[in-house]
T-cell receptor, first 118, second 110 residues
Framework: GAVVSQHPSRVICKSGTSVKIECRSLDFQATTMFWYRQFPKQSLMLMATSNEGSKATYEQGVEKDKFLINHASLTLSTLTVTSAHPEDSSFYIC??????????????FGPGTRLTVL | QKEVEQNSGPLSVPEGAIASLNCTYSDRGSQSFFWYRQYSGKSPELIMSIYSNGDKEDGRFTAQLNKASQYVSLLIRDSQPSDSATYLCAVRGGGFKTIFGAGTRLFVKA
């Protein structure tokens, strides 16, 4: 089946630094990718929709200048957490639809990236 | 605000019993419904998807959908300790945007 990878799987950084997380579709093309954030014992919250060749669409309450998304190719989307602070510590998960992106298409999740900001 | 509501649990059942997980959603335009299993520290994995009213069975899992009541459930028969995880209900509208519930923690006691 389709595979989505994320890198790194775990990152620890100092407050004020920026962290880049990569999301790749390994055996299929993804014009759309989704970025989620999950705090402990909470559900996945959609942060933004990444669109290849165009600007990302951010959910209400998500700062687009803090969470920079770049979907540079059909297989790669990156999320950069700029000037990270301890409250940004979370589990970041990306996903991609397998086909045309319709309501019944399978959504493939990456393994997630655990970000810890000291 | 589109919402997906689940009882956070924990739901504790003995090994071999039936575990029943429930979910309600607010958006009547929702078209696709999913149950994901998530182990601690891991990303979700798809268990079941259901798109029309009624029951859908896959092995030990049965998903039930009632669009009139805006209700979807998951039954796990012959529960095993390995089924212990958090189960996320997810709902999708006409596009591909998926809204997740907060999840129900299930413990299956050996």
């Amino acid at each position: 089946g389709a595979v989505v990878s994320q890198h790194p799987s775990r990152v620890i950084c100092k407050s004020g630094t920026s962290v880049k997380i990569e999301c790749r579709s390994l055996d299929f093309q993804a014009t759309t990718m989704f970025w989620y954030r999950q705090f402990p014992k909470q559900s996945l919250m959609l942060m933004a929709t990444s669109n290849e060749g165009s600007k990302a669409t951010y959910e209400q309450g998500v700062e687009k200048d803090k969470f920079l998304i770049n979907h540079a190719s059909l297989t790669l989307s990156t999320l950069t957490v700029t000037s990270a602070h301890p409250e940004d510590s979370s589990f970041y998960i990306c996903s991609a639809p397998g086909l045309a992106g319709g309501p019944t298409d399978t959504q493939y999740f990456g393994p997630g990236t655990r970000l810890t900001v000291l | 605000q589109k919402e997906v509501e689940q009882n956070s649990g924990p739901l504790s059942v003995p090994e071999g019993a039936i575990a029943s997980l429930n979910c309600t959603y607010s958006d009547r335009g929702s078209q696709s419904f999913f149950w994901y299993r998530q182990y601690s520290g891991k990303s979700p994995e798809l268990i079941m998807s259901i798109y029309s009213n009624g029951d859908k069975e896959d092995g030990r899992f049965t998903a039930q959908l009632n669009k009139a009541s805006q209700y979807v459930s998951l039954l796990i028969r012959d529960s095993q300790p390995s089924d212990s995880a958090t189960y996320l209900c997810a709902v999708r509208g006409g596009g591909f945007k998926t809204i997740f519930g907060a999840g129900t923690r299930l413990f299956v006691k050996a």
